[in-house]
Each structure stands twice: as C-alpha cells, then as structure tokens.
C-alpha cells in the first residue's frame, strides 16, 4: 500500500472537504483516515490516503491538489508516507 499524507489548511468555506474528496474519487485514491477541525474561522484538514490504485503519478496528483487548493482559497500538501515519518522521526 502506497501512502500519501495530505494536509489542507485555509479559511473556512463551504465545500472544502466535497471537493477534494471528489478528486480523490475521480482518481480512485482511497481515504483510509480523515481528521478536521475548524478554529476561529481556520479550516485544518490532515488525512491518510492509498494512492496505490490511483490514476497519477505522485507527481501529478500532488501538483492538481495544489491547483485545486489555489482555486478554493486553501493550501494542500502532498507528502509520501516515508518522507512524512522521515521528516517527523525524533
């Protein structure tokens, strides 16, 4: 299973999470984890997704999600499980 960490961080809006769920959808990455919270008006979103069965490359996903992200008001990163645990090892 190849996993990815997705991170979306922005004002609150309408319709943050139905969109890029439907990205995930339409390129068949599964969402195996998803926490949200809202505070004082800030939408932070983290989930885990297998990308294994997607229809992209890392790449490519990563860089759509950033487009998307631009096009509704937020931030998404895209990060690889393995540089995720990397980057955050003690």
Same mark, same amino acid.
């Given at each position: 299973m190849k996993k990815t960490i997705i991170t979306?961080?922005?004002?609150?809006?309408?319709?943050?999470? $139905?969109?890029?769920?439907?990205?995930? %959808?339409?390129? *068949?990455? *599964?969402?195996?984890?998803?926490?949200?919270?809202? @505070?004082?008006?800030?939408? *932070? /979103?983290? /989930?885990? @997704?297998?990308?294994?069965?997607? &229809?992209?490359?890392?790449?490519?996903? %990563?860089?759509?999600? $950033? $487009?998307?992200?631009?096009? =509704?008001?937020?931030?998404?990163?895209?990060?690889?499980?393995? =540089?995720?645990?990397? /980057?955050? &090892?003690?």
């Open positions: 979306v961080v922005g004002k609150d809006t309408v319709g943050i999470i $139905a969109k890029v769920c439907t990205y995930l %959808a339409e390129n *068949n990455i *599964n969402i195996l984890d998803i926490s949200q919270t809202i @505070v004082q008006g800030y939408f *932070n /979103m983290m /989930m885990i @997704v297998d990308t294994n069965s997607g &229809r992209k490359s890392f790449g490519d996903m %990563a860089d759509e999600m $950033a $487009a998307l992200g631009e096009k =509704i008001g937020v931030v998404i990163k895209c990060q690889k499980e393995e =540089i995720f645990d990397q /980057m955050h &090892r003690i």
